[in-house]
Nanobody, 122 residues
Framework: QVQLVESGGGLVQSGGSLRLSCVAS????????IGWFRQAPGKEREGVAS????????FYKDSVKGRFTISRDNAKNMAYLQMTDLKPEDTGVYYC???????????????WGQGTQVTVSS
């Protein structure tokens, strides 16, 4: 059974840090680009960061550059999102999504996790 499971969300004060994890089962992440996405109440799901399947190149939404770091560990079939200097506008449900190939977007992701809530208080 193909599955992605996120963990690591929680409530944190502005300026705090969290590390999200995404573990895959039922398939290997080696050939998949991995993305972290978030959805705030009343808003569409948006891409936050992604990492390619081949050379590890990364992409970040402008508002998180310098604060968030995406990484992957293919040996563990896992991906991570280290988030620092969190702001209230980072609040939302964070999802990991994957797509075979070098890139992944909200439209191309074929597998999704169930999400983990991140709440940043001011």
């Amino acid at each position: 059974q193909v599955q992605l499971v996120e963990s690591g969300g929680g409530l944190v004060q502005s300026g705090g840090s969290l590390r999200l994890s995404c573990v895959a089962s039922g398939f290997t992440l080696d050939y998949y680009a991995i993305g972290w996405f978030r959805q705030a109440p009343g808003k569409e799901r948006e891409g936050v960061a992604s990492i390619s399947s081949n050379d590890g190149s990364t992409f970040y939404k402008d508002s998180v550059k310098g604060r968030f770091t995406i990484s992957r560990d293919n040996a563990k079939n896992m991906a991570y999102l280290q988030m620092t200097d969190l702001k209230p506008e980072d609040t939302g449900v964070y999802y990991c999504g994957t797509a075979r190939g070098m890139a992944v977007t909200t439209r191309t992701a074929t597998f999704w996790g169930q999400g983990t809530q991140v709440t940043v208080s001011s």
